[in-house]
């Protein structure tokens, strides 16, 4: 009996080494690999290709990781202005070569020269505008009967940063004064403002301690303006800035108001400012219209020589949106108004303006 048990086992453990051995050392089949086309071989000698290959509805959103993500998206975008960088050499080679042969430099596509055209456009040579203008409420002024004399004011209890906007104004516009409400309604300022022989009245709002708006009335037969302000910056937040104004008359730059209702603002703004600048004082006042919004910049002109001239921004500077235009003076209840701004009907198309 022990003799077999014996005989047993081991043939039992010589069967199991050898299953190991079968499974530790396979046998390689050199039948298939001698059956391989040559252009299977072609193709697994080939060195990877760096870089992720993604499938061709891959989005950027599918990974899940955020720093992987943001990675993957600087690397693209590093690639792209590669790329760009590398065609913007090659066509300035190509134009270098062909020297007077070469074909005119393409106009970059922007928001303003794809404008949709607007049929209140209108030329300053216009008869029509013309007559117009001659008949408005700042025909007087243009005809020189009138000198402007502005009063400039705030919304009940302002803060200091908007009373130091409307000190920085004053120097600004000449003839300017600067009152406070006291809690009086405009309906009840405004008489007065025409008794005293005030030209505009400028009111400044504000929201949570900053100056969000701007109403900028024409006395006495208006029209009447409501402006978003935003962007405001004070002279003491302004880098490189000059030296404070002086009290010359500044020149006016109106620049891109080409419909009819632009035609309308500009006469607006160029009504706050006397006739006739002192260009000793070297001081300019902006007005510039892009996209809808007015930009406003003071600046100085520094002459360093005959020929070179440079300018110094002075301050304040901010930027306006039209929001309405009022007939006549403000009155909120029972004023018709000329033009309304509905953001969701006005705003669905980027390239379409209306100043």
């Known amino acids: 009996m022990d003799s077999t048990e014996l005989t047993t086992s081991e043939s039992v453990s010589k069967k199991k080494g050898k299953t190991k051995n079968l499974k530790r050392k396979p046998k390689p089949d050199k039948a298939p690999v001698e059956k391989m086309d040559q252009a299977e071989v072609e193709v697994t000698d080939e060195k990877p290709v760096s870089g992720a290959c993604f499938p061709p509805t891959f989005s950027m959103s599918d990974i899940k990781n955020k720093q992987r993500r943001h990675s993957m998206f600087l690397k693209i975008k590093e690639q792209k202005r590669k790329l760009k960088l590398e065609l913007k050499k090659k066509k300035k080679k190509e134009r270098k070569a062909l020297g007077d042969k070469a074909p005119p430099k393409e106009v970059p596509k922007t928001i303003e020269n794809q404008r949709i055209y607007d049929e209140t456009t209108v030329s300053p040579e216009d008869e029509e505008v013309a007559f117009d203008e001659g008949t408005d409420e700042f025909a007087a002024y243009f005809n020189r009967l009138t000198n402007p004399k502005v009063l400039i004011t705030t919304s009940d209890r302002p803060r200091g940063r908007t009373v130091r906007f409307c000190d920085h104004l004053a120097t600004v516009i000449p003839h300017a004064h600067v009152y406070y409400r006291r809690g009086l309604a405009l309906k009840r300022v405004i008489p007065q403002c025409v008794s005293r022989g005030f030209t505009y009245l400028i009111v400044i709002n504000e929201d949570r301690k900053v100056p969000n708006g701007l109403v ?12 978003k302000l935003s962007s405001v ?46 260009f000793v004082g070297r001081q300019v006042a902006t007005f510039h219209n892009q996209r809808d919004f007015i930009f406003f910049r003071f600046h100085r002109y520094i002459f360093k020589n005959e ?17 309405s235009l009022q ?24 390239r379409k303006f209306h100043l």
């Open 216 to 227: 900028l009335c024409h006395l006495p037969d208006g029209p009447t303006a409501h402006f």
């Open 233 to 278: 910056r004070l002279r003491k937040e302004m880098k490189r800035k000059g030296k404070s104004p002086t009290e010359h008359v500044p020149e006016v730059i109106l620049n891109n108001f080409s419909t009819r209702l632009g035609h309308s603002i500009g006469r607006l703004f160029a009504a706050l400012f006397p006739h006739d600048p002192q």
């Open 307 to 323: 020929k070179r001239v440079g300018i110094q921004e002075l301050g304040p500077r901010f930027t306006l949106k039209l929001r």
């Open 327 to 350: 007939k006549g003076t403000f009155d909120s209840k029972f004023g018709e108004y000329e033009w309304v701004h509905k953001r969701h009907e006005m705003d669905s198309c980027r």
